[in-house]
């Protein structure tokens, strides 16, 4: 109750990068005056297509394989869906034996959990993120909660789908079947 009396009488102004996250501060505790949607800048000059067999060489990455990338920080964090990954790896690679699987960032030891993953570790600097994503096929988002990840829009802006749960402010990027696939 003294938040609530506290929040009430305090000016509180909140700006969100997801219409998700911006309706959910609305109907929050802080009843704030204005709530304005701000989607994250992304620069398109750094986060854009280059060649993939160019990329795949630069990283060691066989050039011949179906490549899944997946980002690997705070994956012991359950809302970041490593459960739901591994389960959908294994249904993939019954399908497509040699599906290749890039993970970024780091990893904490996750990837003997996941078997034949390849490791590019700390991925920093838009040069290097943009020969990730142009390596991949694909970009993966297996959170189970999220606002609108910086992975997905550099990902999407460098050509990849991304195959993601429908989440958070995932959607509003993400359109089904048109630049990737919800779940």
Known sequence: ????????????????????????????????????????PLDTDAYRPMD?????ELLGIPPDRP???FGAAQLHNERKGMRPLMEAVGRARAEVPDLELVAMGPTGGLLGELRDAHAVGEVTGPALQRTV??????????????????????????GRPVVAFDVGG???TVRHLENGWLA
């Not at 305090?10 to 005056?33: C, G, Q, Y």
């Not at 993939?52 to 795949?56: E, G, K, S, T, V």
Request: hydrophobic share 50%.
């Open 133 to 158: 994503y142009a390596a991949a096929d694909l970009l993966v988002l297996p959170s189970l909660a999220d606002n609108q990840p910086l992975s997905m829009l550099e990902a999407m802006a460098c």
């Open 67 to 69: 490549v899944a990338l």
């Open 1 to 40: 109750r003294r938040k609530r009396r506290t929040w009430a009488r305090t000016p509180v102004t909140v700006v969100a990068p997801s219409r998700w996250l911006a309706d959910m501060a609305a109907r929050s505790i802080l009843r704030p005056e204005r709530v304005h949607h701000i989607p994250y």
């Open 170 to 172: 995932v959607p509003e």
């Open 52 to 56: 993939q067999a160019a990329a795949r």
